[in-house]
């Protein structure tokens, strides 16, 4: 069987767009939920390219997630800024507050995002990268589903917690990282699972709070956070800073809402952005030059920087498009020819 | 030989204070720098403790350290409050602008310190559980000197970097972290070198880039990040965020600037303060009631939650008063009777 031809970044824009505006979404959120799935697609991430198309129909189906839902800013003119994504999913929120937050950062040189009761599909990179491309350092959490024990613990508490950063380079993408603070995806577990291999040690324990290699016992047990303690803190701060501060769901509540991992979890989100050229002002440095130093140097040494793999994937995607297989793109006509009703 | 009696934790301020305005601190300067190191020794932190004295009589007999810097605030009056060190240590700097620093965070719902030009020996926590007991979450970071590859490189080039948090807890201690982003601190490692005992794995590399057990070989090449490439991108993170964006020095620099690391380092720092009342008040929730049923749900799968051990020795201390070795009581009526002469 010949491998389906590549198709351009933009074609497979159009198509997840009308896909989504099939299923009910305004123009703004079709818009906005079709950026960083295809985002995802074009850098390879396939955790959270196309393959996302059937979470998001399914919450939709389901009543979980407003399609239609417009956000809401709430700006108190201080440091903090909320927009409160009113049942929708957590992208189309963002991107109607970013011009702000981004004002507010260059103006008082800090400023936090709140987004309030989101539906939260996205790997956090996408805002944090758009964050750093205005100029801004910036810090992005959230909260997930419970499915992770505290260090020294035995039963899941604890979502994936991801934790994202940006940091601004002139000529060049920006430094970015993105990682769940679990050793491992559920996702990885679920592979290991299908290929009856056993997952590595130190990644989850069972029910009964032991180490195991089991992925079926893994998957009835808990997963573990990176880094032994020093991860499983910063979990829980994930946990209280996006969760606790906000008012909004900790990853336990967002698991008990839904019922189980099969839906999309639906929590909050906590942006930082800080303005380099405010902080940096009264030293006479340039921070970005700093940073050019810093990480040229961490590059010279060979050690990777994160991201890289996505950039160079980008760059490839956008010069000879994106090859999906013949199944991905079958699942697109028939999303495309029926919408929910493909579910 | 018996033991010595206990003293009083007010006893041993007075000590310590009196040999710091003895090397020439000023009144503020020298009660600023006594806290935090009687904090230590009070809570068995002996990293942290009485230890430190002598590395501070150091600075300021080798004209490192200002002992009479004053420092000085520098507001905006926006969410970012500057505080110049003006080369002294960095602990007056931080509590001469800690008051304005909770004030704006209650303010504005976020605010940073920036503390600029300062000599850094403390821990962090004792800064974060100082705003935590005001009623705020915090973030903490600095870097240091370099002696930590990036995971996959082969030479030092970020600080031990440490991260700090805490987090307001209504009944009791604060919940606060703080660590060394690499896997272990170089004192560990000397101490393995004069036992003669392997350091364990994946704790450093040789001078070569290469994984080393021998405690003489790590010395002279890197030690690790904590958590493999995650914790790499967090150091990498401390050194942005606390070196480059404020335009102060990255680990590197303070280890030039010094010419080894035999002197405490020179740099800035940078410190968050969130405000839960702010973030939350549109919730209709208690971010401090949400933030309980986590941290005692923790506790309760009976997994440490950090700075317990800390907070014990303190009641211990408090009721029991501390008890010093012959030696380390024969140290302090050394420094009390001769000064920077006993150097």
Same mark, same amino acid.
């Given at each position: 069987m010949s491998t389906p031809a590549p198709i351009s970044v933009e074609e497979l824009h159009q198509r997840v767009q009308s896909i989504f505006l @099939?299923? $009910?979404?305004t123009p703004q959120n079709a818009e906005a939920v079709t950026d960083v799935i295809v985002a995802g697609e074009r850098d390879h991430c396939k955790s959270h390219g196309i393959y996302r198309i059937e979470g998001c129909m399914r919450v939709i189906k389901e009543g979980m997630v407003k399609p239609d839902a417009i956000p809401e800013i709430v700006d108190t003119g201080k &440091?903090?800024?909320e927009v409160d994504a009113n049942a929708g999913f957590s992208n189309p929120a963002f991107f109607a507050a970013k011009e702000m937050l981004v004002a507010r950062a260059k103006e008082t040189g800090l400023a936090a995002l709140v987004i309030r009761d989101c539906l939260h599909f996205s790997a956090l990179w996408h805002d944090v990268e758009a964050l750093a491309e205005e100029g801004l350092a910036a810090l992005s959490m959230c909260p997930s589903y419970a499915s992770v024990a505290p260090t020294g613990g035995t039963e899941p508490l604890l979502g994936t917690n991801p934790f994202a950063f940006g940091w601004p380079r002139p000529d060049s993408h920006p430094y970015v990282f993105d990682f769940a603070t679990s050793v491992a995806a559920r996702g990885e577990i679920e592979l290991h699972r299908r290929a009856g291999t056993p997952i590595p040690e130190g990644w989850a324990i069972d029910r009964d709070g032991n180490p195991t290699t089991d992925p079926d016992a893994a998957l009835a047990g808990a997963m573990l956070p990176f880094g032994g303690h020093k991860g499983s803190a910063i979990a829980t701060m994930v946990e209280l800073l996006a969760g606790a501060l906000l008012g909004e769901f900790m990853s336990k509540e967002a698991l008990e809402f839904s019922g189980g991992t099969h839906l999309l979890p639906r929590h $909050? &989100?906590?942006i930082l952005a800080l303005d380099p #050229? #405010? %902080?940096s002002a009264r030293s006479g440095r340039d921070p970005l030059a700093e940073g050019e130093r810093l990480l040229t140097a961490i590059a010279g040494q060979g050690a990777r920087l994160? @991201?890289?793999r996505r950039f160079k994937a980008r760059k490839e995607s956008r010069s000879q498009g994106i090859t999906l297989s013949e199944a991905e793109l079958a699942? =697109?006509? =028939? %999303?495309?020819a029926k919408g929910l009703a493909a579910l």
């Amino acid at each position: 069987m010949s491998t389906p031809a590549p198709i351009s970044v933009e074609e497979l824009h159009q198509r997840v767009q009308s896909i989504f505006l @099939s299923c $009910g979404l305004t123009p703004q959120n079709a818009e906005a939920v079709t950026d960083v799935i295809v985002a995802g697609e074009r850098d390879h991430c396939k955790s959270h390219g196309i393959y996302r198309i059937e979470g998001c129909m399914r919450v939709i189906k389901e009543g979980m997630v407003k399609p239609d839902a417009i956000p809401e800013i709430v700006d108190t003119g201080k &440091a903090v800024i909320e927009v409160d994504a009113n049942a929708g999913f957590s992208n189309p929120a963002f991107f109607a507050a970013k011009e702000m937050l981004v004002a507010r950062a260059k103006e008082t040189g800090l400023a936090a995002l709140v987004i309030r009761d989101c539906l939260h599909f996205s790997a956090l990179w996408h805002d944090v990268e758009a964050l750093a491309e205005e100029g801004l350092a910036a810090l992005s959490m959230c909260p997930s589903y419970a499915s992770v024990a505290p260090t020294g613990g035995t039963e899941p508490l604890l979502g994936t917690n991801p934790f994202a950063f940006g940091w601004p380079r002139p000529d060049s993408h920006p430094y970015v990282f993105d990682f769940a603070t679990s050793v491992a995806a559920r996702g990885e577990i679920e592979l290991h699972r299908r290929a009856g291999t056993p997952i590595p040690e130190g990644w989850a324990i069972d029910r009964d709070g032991n180490p195991t290699t089991d992925p079926d016992a893994a998957l009835a047990g808990a997963m573990l956070p990176f880094g032994g303690h020093k991860g499983s803190a910063i979990a829980t701060m994930v946990e209280l800073l996006a969760g606790a501060l906000l008012g909004e769901f900790m990853s336990k509540e967002a698991l008990e809402f839904s019922g189980g991992t099969h839906l999309l979890p639906r929590h $909050g &989100a906590l942006i930082l952005a800080l303005d380099p #050229t #405010t %902080f940096s002002a009264r030293s006479g440095r340039d921070p970005l030059a700093e940073g050019e130093r810093l990480l040229t140097a961490i590059a010279g040494q060979g050690a990777r920087l994160p @991201s890289q793999r996505r950039f160079k994937a980008r760059k490839e995607s956008r010069s000879q498009g994106i090859t999906l297989s013949e199944a991905e793109l079958a699942q =697109l006509d =028939l %999303f495309e020819a029926k919408g929910l009703a493909a579910l």
